[in-house]
């Protein structure tokens, strides 16, 4: 007869081990289901449990991107740009203290008072300094001594030249002082001196014995700077009674009545279209009267 006696096989317990189900029958209920865990590489790693303890691993999910297009551009841009500053810094302290730049020869233009021998003189200092050192301030303060130097202005040519370019004070009449004569301009600065008027093609102006009233003089030589050269050359004489009353004298003893200061370059132009016209035997002109410019006489 067979035996209806089941087998003794429980879920959860290996076969042929003992006290398993009395463990379980101990903590009041059944173990039938089997769990499972698997640590990953970052846990469970410890010295506590036999690992050496290291760096924490890079995580494998990290992905690397490459650096944007223009952010590339831009960082090789502004290496170039630094290189290029340091090349040209480099050249330009060069230039500036190279001893081959060293000024070795000056040129002049532009002198008539005074000779180029003179303005070479005065910048004797600045040879042997390097050219791009030496600027129209410089030379300036050197040639201030020189008063008959108005203006100046300089120009490098290397490898070793400076050019000078001057602009004079244009003499516009001699002032009597005493048994001499002062060469003065529009400004009434001192040219020179001479003892023989003759042979200087400009008016003389007389104070008279004594020294002239400055708002005369500058009445007077402000009226002589507004002429040509050519009417400047034919006047002997220049006076002023007041500044409203300024008078010139030609060197063929005709007068010319000026007046005030007033539209200077006026009067100027109108004497000189005067002074061109055929001149009438029958008729002598004595008196060119331009205090009017719009409306000369003539008697």
């Known amino acids: 007869m067979p035996s209806t006696r089941r087998p003794g096989y429980k879920p959860g317990i290996k076969p042929g081990t003992r006290g398993s189900d009395s463990g379980s029958r101990q903590n009041g209920a059944r173990t039938d ?13 410890s010295p506590a449990a036999g690992r050496p303890a290291g760096p924490a691993k890079t995580p494998d999910n990290v992905l690397s991107f490459p650096e944007p297009r223009a952010r590339r551009r831009k960082r090789i841009l502004v290496s170039i740009i630094g290189v290029l500053a340091v090349l040209v810094a480099g050249i330009v302290a060069a230039a500036v203290y190279s001893p081959v730049l060293a ?7 532009g002198t008539k008072m005074l000779s180029a021998d003179q303005v070479q003189a005065a910048l004797a200092p600045l040879q042997g300094k390097p050219l791009p050192q030496i600027g129209d301030e410089d030379v300036a303060a050197l040639l201030r001594q020189l008063v008959q130097v108005k203006d100046v202005s300089t120009q490098a040519r290397p490898p070793a030249t400076l050019h000078i370019r001057i602009t004079e004070r244009v003499p516009v009449a001699l002032v009597k002082q005493g048994a001499g004569f002062q060469l003065v301009d529009v400004d009434g600065v001192q040219l020179g001196t001479t003892t023989d008027a003759d042979p200087v093609k400009l ?10 009233p400055q708002d005369l003089f500058q009445a007077i030589t402000g009226v002589l700077g507004a002429l040509p050269a050519d009417v400047l050359a034919r006047l002997s004489d220049a006076s002023a009674k007041s ?13 010319i009545v000026w007046g005030n200061a007033g539209e200077k370059e006026l009067k100027a132009t109108v004497l000189a279209a ?22 000369p006489v003539t008697r």
């Open 203 to 212: 008016p003389v102006i007389d104070g008279g014995g004594g020294t002239l």
């Open 103 to 109: 000024l070795r020869s000056i040129t002049v233009e």
């Open 274 to 295: 005067l002074l061109k016209a055929p001149a009438d035997p029958k008729n002598p002109v004595r008196v060119y009267d331009v205090s009017v410019p719009r409306h």
């Open 243 to 255: 500044v409203d009353a300024v008078e010139l004298k030609l060197v063929d003893g005709q007068t």
């Open 33 to 45: 289901v089997i769990s499972a865990s698997k640590a990953g590489p970052e846990t469970g790693s």
